[in-house]
Each structure stands twice: as C-alpha cells, then as structure tokens.
C-alpha cells in the first residue's frame, strides 16, 4: 500500500471502506502513530455508510483531556481484502491508527512529496 507525505508533512493514502450494505466510499486519511485504534471517520461518513454503532467509547487527547464517542463496525480495503475493523467517530480528519498498522512496516520519505510505504511484515 502507498501514499505520500503532504506539504504539511502528514503522511497519508487513500482508503477504501464499505458499510453492510455493499455500498463503498473512499476516504484520505493521515496516520496518526499517536492513536492507538483503528480508524477515525467524520460522523457523517459513518453515517453514510449506515455502520451499525457498537458502543461509546472513550479516549485520552493529547493535552490530557478525555473525550467519548460512538464507535461502529465496518470494513476496509486492507492488503487487497476486506478487514472488518472497529471505526470511531470524531469531529476529525480519516486518521489511521497504530491497531490498523499492527503486523505492517510504515516507512515515509518526510518531505512534501515524499513517499509513504505499508508493508506486511515477514
């Protein structure tokens, strides 16, 4: 899997998702190394893609506050398959999250431009 690092130097790559019903959008996301779930969406798009929510979860923030938010099941073109995943939602940009590049090698080239890799590891 490819992507590239911007000129704000986030890394990033274009995803593939899909709801129970078959339907599929495309999202860009950047990786968030500082995250620890899956995938965060926009609540729109889980709704969209009519994801049936699982719960609410919470989460630490960076400046130590805490936040909650409802989390659902779906899918996502991961490795050439789909992998059913735990998907957040928040007020936020597509982050990628270290649970999703679990087993997987990130390399990036960081510079505008730059090249970003996801490997499987051996």
């Known amino acids: 899997m490819e992507g590239a690092v911007g000129s704000d130097l986030e890394a990033g790559f274009t995803l593939t998702l899909r709801g129970p019903s078959g339907l599929i959008r ?27 929510q699982q719960g609410i979860g919470e989460s630490l923030l960076a400046d130590g506050s805490s936040t909650h938010f409802p989390y659902f099941a779906g899918e996502v073109m991961w490795d050439d398959r789909f992998l059913p995943i735990e998907i957040d939602a928040a007020e936020t940009i597509p982050l990628v999250g270290m649970r999703l590049l679990h087993g997987y090698r990130l ?3 960081v510079h505008d431009g730059g090249r970003l890799t996801i490997e499987r590891l051996p």
């Open 107 to 109: 390399c990036a080239d």
């Open 26 to 52: 495309e999202v860009d996301a950047i990786v968030d190394t500082g995250f620890s779930g899956y995938l965060t969406v926009p609540p729109g798009l889980a709704s969209a893609l009519a994801l049936p």
